[in-house]
């Protein structure tokens, strides 16, 4: 069994900056992928970044510019620096990881703008 556990939301101003985490409990498993998604009240979870461990990146056209999404796959982990933050952004963070056809989510983490 893996846990992901997150950190790093909270609330900020719009402008602002978060850089959100998240480790696996387990660093000998390694992930072929790795990633955030979020959802919003009354919104479908969607994509937000994901990085290979070969470290090829991903993102959602609303984060390009913005997000940069790096992991440390000796710790097994995954960051995700959020710049220039929205109310829109306005969400539950959540981590995910792959490894081969199984896939593990992290509790979510908040992360509120206010504008």
């Known amino acids: 069994q893996v846990q992901l556990v997150e950190s790093g939301g909270g609330l900020v101003q719009a402008g602002g900056s978060l850089r959100l985490s998240c480790a696996a409990s387990r660093r000998g498993l390694s992930m072929n992928v790795m990633g955030w998604y979020r959802q919003a009240p009354g919104k479908q979870r969607e994509l937000v970044a994901t990085i290979t461990s070969g470290g090829s990146t991903n993102y959602a056209d609303s984060a390009k510019g913005r997000f940069t999404i790096s992991s440390d796959t000796t710790k097994n982990a995954v960051y995700l620096q959020m710049n220039s933050l929205k109310p829109e952004d306005t969400a539950v963070y959540y981590c995910?990881?792959?490894?081969?056809?199984?896939?593990?989510w992290g509790q979510g983490t908040q992360v509120t703008v206010s504008s």
């Open positions: 995910n990881a792959v490894r081969g056809l199984t896939g593990f």
